[in-house]
């Protein structure tokens, strides 16, 4: 799938992995809807693009604000790539000092990351399924997991769920949507140097890096950028979890 001169929409785009997203899919020409909710500052990280980005505010879980940032996208031209990088980390162990964990919490979790990266999926399935083919495919599908599917340490049993559901729904996503000529792929990102790893202590943040075997250190938010572009311009990679941590396997805790 060419990237110059299509629309893009991406959640989350405000910042971490989504905006290294925008970044690199507006550098390399293409035309940007940036999601994020009501309350972020995604329209004025728009604005500092000066142009091909657009702002649209949207809860990933709410159907008619992703319906309607969704119609953005398709006043901008046909809509082909989506890339679902909005979610939030949970982080609680089952029984804490006052109790078992809040079962509120855990659903909030869950609905975030996983029903709302569904919501995105189905209702822009939709949309990419009416533009007609380009060449042997009509557009791609992007969705962001963890190696918290995998590798989930002590307390966070809500955001490895919520990520392994994102990857246990690539294969099957991918199977039905292959009839639209729609891929559909997963990045199961390792820890990457986002604004929620730069907000703990320099300490915390070097032990995590300690934990890479090679390259030693956190990840780079556009090296999380440069293999969604990738995905998206190879035609062959499609129904794939692709792990993108420097070989690293986190410990329990």
């Known amino acids: 799938m060419e990237i110059a001169n299509s629309v893009v929409l991406v959640t989350g785009g405000s910042s971490g992995l989504g905006l290294a997203t925008v970044r690199r899919f507006h550098h390399a020409g293409a035309t940007v809807v940036l999601v994020g909710r009501p309350s972020s500052n995604g329209k004025v990280v ?40 909005a979610g939030v980390l949970g982080s609680a162990r089952v029984l804490g000092r006052r109790g078992p964990a809040s079962l509120e919490d855990f659903a909030e979790t869950v609905r975030t990351n996983l029903i709302g990266t569904f919501n995105v999926v189905r209702l822009a399935a939709e949309r990419i399924a009416a533009v007609p083919c380009v060449g042997e495919e009509r557009g791609v599908i992007v969705c962001t997991a963890s190696i918290a599917a995998y590798d989930g340490q002590v307390g966070q049993a809500a955001y490895g769920a919520s990520k392994a559901g ?26 990457f140097d986002t604004p929620m ?16 075997p090679h390259p030693g250190r956190l990840g780079r938010p556009e090296e999380f950028a440069a293999l969604v572009a990738h995905v998206v311009e190879n035609p062959m990679l499609n129904g794939e979890v692709i792990r993108l941590d420097g070989a690293v396997r986190m410990p329990s805790r």
């Open 197 to 212: 790893i730069k907000a703990l202590p320099e300490g915390s943040r070097r032990a995590l890096a300690a934990h890479s």
């Open 46 to 85: 728009a604005d500092g693009f000066g142009d091909r980005v657009v702002f649209a505010a949207a809860d990933v879980t709410d159907e008619t604000q992703v319906a309607q940032a969704l119609e953005v996208a398709a006043d901008l031209g046909p809509l082909r790539t989506v890339v679902t990088c």
């Open 166 to 191: 994102v990857a246990a729904m690539t294969l099957p996503l991918a199977r039905e949507l292959a009839a639209h000529a729609i891929r559909v792929n997963t990045i199961a990102p390792g820890v």
